[in-house]
């Protein structure tokens, strides 16, 4: 089983970018279909990306299409989240988590690996 480390959030202006990446531990990243989610203060856990582990597909939510990319890079044992456009809304703990073998899906039940979060504020 995986453990997950991110890092790379902080604080933006809004229009401005971050990248955050998620590094895991473990020989068998490559199998492991990842994703992001997100948790502002009293809100629900949200989905906002995933990649499959087959082909390194990307599912992404609709609030982040077209302005989050989500990639891996195998050999790193890594994904990252690249976040263009930032809005306030987007202010959140960002969490990577995985699932072995596991098909896109947004419903972070399906996930059973998570990691502690980063902190990500976009201010207006």
């Known amino acids: 089983q995986v453990q997950l480390v991110e890092s790379g959030g902080g604080l933006v202006q809004a229009g401005g970018s971050l990248r955050l990446s998620c590094a895991a531990s473990?020989?068998?990243?490559?199998?492991?279909?990842m994703a992001w989610f997100r948790q502002a203060p009293g809100k629900e856990r949200e989905f906002v990306a995933a990649?499959?582990?087959?082909?390194?597909?990307?599912y992404y939510a609709d609030s982040v299409k077209g302005r989050f990319t989500i990639a891996r890079d195998n050999a790193k044992n890594t994904v990252y989240l690249q976040m263009n456009s930032l809005k306030p809304e987007d202010t959140a703990v960002y969490y990577c988590?995985?699932?072995?073998?596991?098909?896109?899906?947004?419903?972070?039940?399906?996930?059973?690996?998570w990691g502690q979060g980063t902190q990500v504020t976009v201010s207006s």
């Open positions: 988590a995985a699932q072995l073998r596991g098909s896109l899906s947004a419903r972070g039940t399906q996930y059973y690996t």
């Open positions: 990649i499959s582990w087959a082909g390194g597909i990307p």
């Open positions: 473990g020989r068998t990243f490559s199998s492991y279909t």
